[in-house]
């Protein structure tokens, strides 16, 4: 059973800074797409960040330039840094996971395993 256990949530002032983590475990796909999405009430989920096997990423046009997304493969985990956080930021956060490659997962958001979510609030 796939499991992902997000993390480091938590409020800051606009220009302060966050960084997620998502513990993965139990799959052994050979390739797997893993991601963040966010979303706030009344709102579609949106995607923020993707990151392939390979290490390739992709970024909404909202955070490119300010978030990062990479992995610890040895760990076993998934990271978000966030710099410059705004309010139009805050949400709650999920990480998730697909097999296969990231193209397309963006924007259509179909992930296989999601994480409970973690919250990010940014105040002005």
């Known amino acids: 059973q796939v499991n992902l256990v997000e993390s480091g949530g938590g409020s800051v002032q606009a220009g302060g800074s966050l960084r997620l983590s998502c513990a993965a475990s139990g799959y052994m796909y050979t390739k797997v797409c893993m991601g963040w999405l966010r979303q706030t009430p009344g709102k579609e989920r949106e995607g923020v960040a993707v990151?392939?096997?390979?290490?390739?990423?992709d970024y909404s046009h909202s955070v490119k330039g300010r978030f990062t997304i990479f992995k610890d493969n040895a760990e076993n985990t998934l990271y978000l840094q966030m710099n410059s956080l705004q309010p139009e930021d805050t949400a709650m956060y999920y990480c998730?996971?697909?097999?296969?490659?990231?193209?397309?997962?963006?924007?259509?958001?179909?992930?296989?395993?999601w994480g409970q979510g973690t919250q990010v609030t940014a105040s002005s």
């Open positions: 998730a996971a697909e097999p296969g490659v990231c193209r397309g997962r963006l924007y259509d958001r179909l992930f296989r395993h």
């Open positions: 990151i392939d096997s390979d290490g390739l990423t």
